[in-house]
């Protein structure tokens, strides 16, 4: 077997980066590469979520200085705060986006679900077939932030596009492509005015009533008047919950569905038991997460494993390989949808601990459900050119760009 050398996503085999993860994990499971640490077993990932010693520390790269709408408005994404300002921030929209809203949307989460298969359902192509991911799987969560959010049913086009416009900033993307910046900058300014002119309308049409429209911009504005954080942070705030709740959601619809229909066994068992979805959604975010990496830095010198980190470090953590880890998880490698997969570090831990994981939930279980029971003989087309599933090239928000199903007509 070939020695390892330095951890490299360039070296990584996307579509499965499991067996170089366990590799690294029983081997080198702190492990120094060239642009920091990266850690893989679940005791150190987990330690470092829960700890205050390490931070975001602002953006985790430099932006291109001729982005600067792009750069305004990822500088107030709380994902990238560090406490005090982190906990102002996550407690403004913590009052809003309550497990009760979440439970209160659930039912239009299920008709929008309904709505989309169905749709699909209609208009596969002779053969059957249809792209889940851009006939289900992207559009289904846009739908779901754009209700929450309280976006006209006409804006949710021209929102999606600016959403898929925002997304060609991430490091994989914007090394493909020599316009990225340019592109997600552009959404960067457009996304800025339009979240300013709803903060506008909610102020005006009725100032004293600001937080009775029952969306989450109107609730946000209420707290904002205990907390006031300026618009700055109200608008990227919502460009956040965008992006946020977009992409990963698609990626966990995806590839849960991936997981089952190549494990015909535990799809079965799910059917046999439906109330049992709860808990599988947790497990098929354990067996193949929607997003792969965090990164972290050092606040203070420490060490993890037996080795160093200075002060100022980037410190990795590869949510995948800790969730596929035997000292926590036995036969981590097993899908088993009646596994208690709570303990996954899937959705984060700690400060930064997902605040959109409730809504991922209902989403997950929701569109699962309906894909499985509104289309039958759900399939991968075996039989196209180049396969049924392309991923995109991106380790962080890893997923599938393209996923051909196949449905009896």
């Not at 520390?57 to 600067?68: E, H, Q, R």
């Not at 709408?69 to 403004?92: E, K, Q, Y």
Request: aromatic residues 6%; charged residues 30%.
């Amino acid at each position: 077997m070939t020695p390892l050398g330095p951890f490299r996503l360039s070296d990584v085999h996307i579509p499965d980066p499991y067996p170089l993860y366990e590799r690294y994990r029983e081997d080198d499971p702190v492990h120094r590469a060239d642009d920091g640490w990266y850690l893989f077993r679940h005791a150190d990932v987990t330690a470092v979520l829960s700890d205050r010693r390490y931070g975001r520390g602002g953006l985790p790269a430099p932006l291109p200085a001729g982005c600067p709408h792009l750069r305004r408005t990822a500088s107030d994404w709380m994902v990238f705060m560090d406490p005090p300002r982190h906990t102002r921030v996550r407690a403004l929209v913590a009052k809003s986006f309550t497990p009760r809203v979440v439970e209160r949307l659930r039912p239009r989460v299920d008709e929008l679900a309904g709505r989309l298969v169905a749709d699909l359902a209609e208009t596969l192509d002779e053969d059957g077939r249809a792209d889940l991911v851009d006939r289900f799987a992207a559009p289904f969560p846009l739908l779901v932030i754009s209700e929450l959010l309280g976006v006209p049913a006409d804006d949710r086009p021209w929102f999606r596009a600016r959403a898929v416009d925002l997304q060609q900033a991430t490091n994989a993307r914007a090394a493909r492509r020599s316009d990225a910046y340019r592109v997600a900058d552009t959404a960067a300014r457009e996304l800025d005015a339009y979240f300013r002119a709803q903060l506008s309308r909610r102020r005006t049409a009725d100032p004293a009533r600001v937080g009775d429209k029952g969306d989450l911009i109107s609730a946000m504005l209420r707290a904002a008047e205990e907390e006031p954080l300026g618009d700055d942070v109200l608008v990227g705030t919502c460009v956040h919950l965008l992006t946020a709740g977009h992409e990963t959601t698609t990626n966990l619809l995806c590839k849960g569905l991936l997981a089952l229909l190549a494990h015909p066994y535990q799809l079965a068992l799910l059917r046999e038991r439906p109330e049992s979805l709860p808990g599988a959604v947790e497990e098929l975010v354990r067996y193949d997460g929607p997003v792969q990496l965090i990164s972290r830095r050092a606040h203070e010198d420490g060490e993890i494993g037996g080795r160093t980190i200075r002060r100022g470090e980037k410190v990795t953590l590869v949510l995948g390989s800790a969730n596929r880890d035997p000292r926590r998880f036995p036969h981590p490698d097993r899908l088993d949808v009646l596994r208690d997969a709570r303990r996954h570090c899937g959705f984060g831990l700690g400060a930064h601990y997902c605040l959109g994981a409730p809504l991922a939930r209902v989403e997950a279980e929701t569109g699962l459900r309906r894909l499985l029971t509104g289309l039958p003989g759900l399939r991968l087309a075996a039989d196209e050119p180049d396969g049924p599933v392309r991923y995109a090239d991106d380790l962080v928000f890893h997923g599938p760009s393209r996923m051909v199903v196949r449905a009896d007509r």
